[in-house]
T-cell receptor, first 112, second 112 residues
Framework: NAGVTQTPKFQVLKTGQSMTLQCAQD?????MSWYRQDPGMGLRLIHY???????DQGEVPNGYNVSRSTTEDFPLRLLSAAPSQTSVYFC???????????FGSGTRLTVV | AQSVTQLDSHVSVSEGTPVLLRCNYS??????LFWYVQHPNKGLQLLLK????ATLVKGINGFEAEFKKSETSFHLTKPSAHMSDAAEYFC??????????WGAGTKLIIKP
């Protein structure tokens, strides 16, 4: 089935550990982005990419890195996990910025 | 700068009665507007979008929204609520850089 695939679905990290959240889409979308969702708040943009080799920061980029070596994949790296990064992370893609986005099912991350 | 305000954090209606979820936005130009739905422990699904075509937008599952520029509103409505509509709904505006600005969400509760 076409769509956005995120792995893992759940993850527990210790403070200071690093990890990579994976995101892949098979719709040939140029635009991909990462959001975090915290209770009582809307989604906040972490990083985004408008095509392979091009990335930029969103609203809350600190503590996260991204790269876009292919159209299909857009991994999010946590460099040194902190409890404040406990959240649900969503990856999204679109054929064009500002159009309807397709979201992955999310990764629930807990940092202890 | 663009912003989105969802006027109610929770809305409770009886099954079979109309649904109204309110959203006001601010934008210095003609925006694109979206409504997304998130069912419990699920990902985000696009309900409908406004992109400067018809002001009354029809979406999936019987929902529709009307873009009112004079009132800077984009309220979501449905004539008759169903138990399966219980979810959290997000109003979203696309800013001048095509980034998505999210409202804080409205939790819709359906009473039997």
């Amino acid at each position: 089935n076409a769509g956005v695939t995120q792995t893992p679905k759940f993850q527990v990290l210790k403070t200071g550990q690093s990890m990579t959240l994976q995101c892949a889409q098979d719709m040939n979308h140029e635009y991909m982005s990462w959001y975090r969702q915290d209770p009582g708040m809307g989604l906040r943009l972490i990083h985004y990419s408008v095509g392979a080799g091009i990335t930029d920061q969103g609203e809350v980029p600190n503590g996260y890195n991204v790269s876009r070596s292919t159209t299909e994949d857009f991994p999010l790296r946590l460099l040194s996990a902190a409890p404040s990064q406990t959240s649900v992370y969503f990856c999204a893609s679109s054929y064009h910025q500002g159009r309807g986005y397709t979201f992955g099912s999310g990764t629930r991350l807990t940092v202890v | 700068a663009q912003s989105v305000t969802q006027l109610d954090s929770h809305v409770s209606v009886s099954e079979g009665t109309p649904v109204l979820l309110r959203c006001n936005y601010s934008s210095s130009y003609s925006p694109s507007l979206f409504w997304y739905v998130q069912h419990p422990n699920k990902g985000l699904q696009l309900l409908l979008k406004y992109t400067s075509a018809a002001t009354l937008v029809k979406g999936i599952n019987g929902f529709e929204a009307e873009f009112k520029k004079s009132e800077t509103s984009f309220h979501l409505t449905k004539p008759s609520a169903h138990m399966s509509d219980a979810a959290e709904y997000f109003c979203v505006v696309s800013d001048s850089n095509y980034q998505l600005i999210w409202g804080a969400g409205t939790k819709l509760i359906i009473k039997p």
